[in-house]
């Protein structure tokens, strides 16, 4: 009786391959954003979480985003009489590319481990079972 386990890996290696390219493609598609007080030159910023690469995210929402992280100095917050004229303009969102450079790598690593992993067992399995 012939086995068909080798047939199973190829179809699991095109799966896993799949797989990986739709990851990689929703990455990309929704990357990782920090929000950032311009005015500090970088250096008052927090992550804001995954979004759409196509939608924008308003200084408004990046602003609340900060303030809810406590990264907003009290100064620079709007009181009802500032509340008109508050310049939200100073918050920007930007993709982090640092942690996308870093997902793409695990994920990319992950497959690799995994495509090796079958290559062995392909390899196993033709050494256990004569054909």
């Known amino acids: 009786m012939k086995s068909n386990f080798p047939i199973y890996l190829v179809k699991v290696n ?3 391959l799949f797989l990986f390219l739709l990851i990689l493609l929703v990455q990309f598609l929704f990357p990782p954003y920090f929000g950032m007080d311009s005015l500090s030159i970088g250096k008052v910023h927090t992550f804001l ?3 759409p690469v196509w939608k924008d995210i308003p200084p408004e929402k990046v602003y609340k985003f900060m303030l809810e992280k406590g990264k907003i100095v009290s100064d620079s917050i709007p009181t009802s009489e500032n509340k008109l004229t508050f310049n939200y303009s100073k918050y920007e969102s930007h993709i982090n590319k640092v942690r996308l450079i870093a ?3 695990l994920l990319s690593v992950t497959y ?3 495509v090796l992993i079958l290559t062995k067992l392909k390899k196993i399995r033709r050494r256990v079972t004569p054909e």
């Open 112 to 114: 690799l481990v995994l």
């Open 14 to 16: 095109k799966i896993l």
């Open 103 to 105: 997902n793409t790598f």
């Open 49 to 51: 979480g995954y979004h």
